[in-house]
């Protein structure tokens, strides 16, 4: 039943999870099971979700672009090389549990802060490389299936395929991550309209707290530079990790 209390509840989730979202990753491990608490059923909470992820990245996305960081033409040829991926992730998802994959998953962002914390020597290049290595095509796909399949955590693991197979700093990262996952959850979000596994009023409540979240990341995460990213992202991605990991 949606009232005004819902649609409070989805506001505030929507404005933390797009703040996750945009800094780090994870958001979506608030936003699913406050869906499902409202009383929808988990592939239709999957689906309304989308709503919300769309939103929010467009805002981000335009609020980076307000901050003169874009970098479009190489946001876009990331973004397409996810997109086989995302359809069949979306179909895959509308049968399949993710209960194994979520512990793999949780096991990956374990070694992630690992990897964060140890001291790298590499300068890290303010600009995209010209040159795409084919280890990130191979990422993209497998990036993009994960994304349209369950979507939880996939920000950390576009985090880690931009920070560490293309060399890119932090702030630079999270402008093509917006990007990308804008781009990769249109589709998944046309399968889940398609097989009626939307909820229009808790999406566009939800959608408003993330659109709001998320303006203020981007802005955060330019102003802030990218040890406050670092910091954000070690902790989100442990207590993400956690989560999957079902230690609380």
């Known amino acids: 039943?949606?009232?005004?209390?819902?649609?409070?509840?989805?506001?505030?989730?929507?404005?933390?999870?797009?703040?996750?979202?945009?800094?780090?990753?994870?958001?979506?491990?608030?936003?699913?099971?406050?869906?499902?608490?409202?009383?929808?059923?988990s592939t239709t909470a999957n689906g309304?979700?989308?709503?919300?992820?769309?939103?929010?990245?467009?805002?981000?996305?335009?609020?980076?672009?307000?901050?003169?960081?874009?970098?479009?033409?190489?946001?876009?040829?990331?973004?397409?090389?996810?997109?086989?991926?995302?359809?069949?992730?979306?179909?895959?998802?509308?049968?399949?549990?993710?209960?194994?994959?979520?512990?793999?998953?949780?096991?990956?962002?374990?070694?992630?802060?690992?990897?964060?914390l140890i001291p790298n020597p590499k300068t890290r290049a303010k600009e995209t490389p010209g040159k795409i290595p084919w280890t990130v095509h191979l990422s993209m796909f497998g990036i993009g299936f994960y994304g349209g399949f369950i979507q939880v955590g996939m920000g950390f693991m576009l985090m880690a395929v931009l920070l560490y197979l293309m060399n890119l700093n932090l702030i630079i990262v999270n402008m093509h991550k917006v990007f990308i996952v804008?781009?990769?959850?249109?589709?998944?979000?046309?399968?889940?309209?398609?097989?009626?596994?939307?909820?229009?009023?808790?999406?566009i409540s939800l959608a408003a707290g993330n659109a709001f979240g998320a303006w203020w990341a981007a802005?955060?995460?330019?102003?802030?530079?990218?040890?406050?990213i670092k910091a954000f992202l070690i902790v989100a991605v442990f207590i993400m990790a956690l989560k999957l990991l079902n230690v609380f």
């Open 48 to 116: 309304t979700n989308r709503i919300a992820v769309i939103i929010q990245n467009i805002s981000a996305v335009y609020a980076f672009k307000r901050e003169n960081h874009h970098q479009f033409g190489m946001s876009l040829k990331l973004s397409l090389m996810t997109l086989p991926g995302a359809i069949a992730g979306a179909v895959f998802s509308l049968s399949i549990g993710d209960d194994l994959f979520q512990k793999i998953l949780g096991i990956i962002m374990i070694g992630v802060i690992i990897s964060m």
């Open 182 to 203: 804008l781009i990769l959850t249109i589709p998944a979000f046309f399968v889940f309209l398609f097989t009626g596994n939307i909820n229009w009023q808790f999406g």
């Open 1 to 41: 039943m949606f009232d005004f209390t819902s649609a409070l509840i989805l506001f505030s989730v929507g404005t933390i999870s797009g703040f996750m979202n945009v800094i780090g990753g994870g958001g979506s491990s608030l936003t699913l099971p406050a869906l499902i608490f409202l009383g929808l059923d």
């Open 219 to 228: 802005k955060l995460s330019i102003r802030k530079g990218e040890s406050f």
